[in-house]
């Protein structure tokens, strides 16, 4: 398991929050971590070029010495789907580049987490999903699960998904994103009971994320 790929429901469920923590467990127990975020969309403008926060906060949690660059090879500006970006930058996203980047990393690493964008199937460009590069190379799957309205349909199809593709399924987290939500308990035992991997935590609805706390709801020794 040297490799992980973090995935989840949707955009905004809660990714990066997991993949830091995974990177921090693995680093407290003594291995030399990197970190990827292929495809970025979603960025500030700074003295040293285009930086995505999700990006720059694995950057920032990691114990091995890459460079932004490295860590993530595409980012854009507008917050859209990454193929749109993309286009409207002129640029198509050159999965072989993306291969090239993962050996790196790899090769410097003991563990290396790989932070997915938006959803399972989000296009990385218009020939190829993320979905379907994960598969190509048979990395261990996370799944964070948005816990809202809608959250079994959406947690089921990617698991399927995840399944068909042959994945191996490590685990997956139960995060509370609306605050509104009801049935919170009935909706995670229900998942708990049809998703056969791990129930790595159940987090709270957080109205202001402390990153440093999110490893409290979680027990990430039951990664499988």
Known sequence: MSTIFVTGTDTGVGKTLISKALIEYFVANGSRVAAMKPVASGARKTPSGLRNEDADILL???????????????VFEPPIAPHIAADLNDTIVDVSLLDKAFELLLAGSEKLVIEGAGGWQVPLNHEIRFADWVSQKQWPVVLVVGIRLGC???????????????????????????PEASHVDENIEYLEKNIAAPLLGKIPFLKQVDQQDIGRYLTLSKLR
């Open 60 to 74: 920032n949690s990691i114990n091995t010495k890459f460079s932004y660059s490295q860590i993530n090879p595409y």
């Open 152 to 178: 079994i349909n959406h947690a089921l199809l990617t698991y399927l998904d995840i399944l068909q593709k042959k994945n191996p399924m490590l685990g997956w987290v139960a995060n509370v994103i609306d």
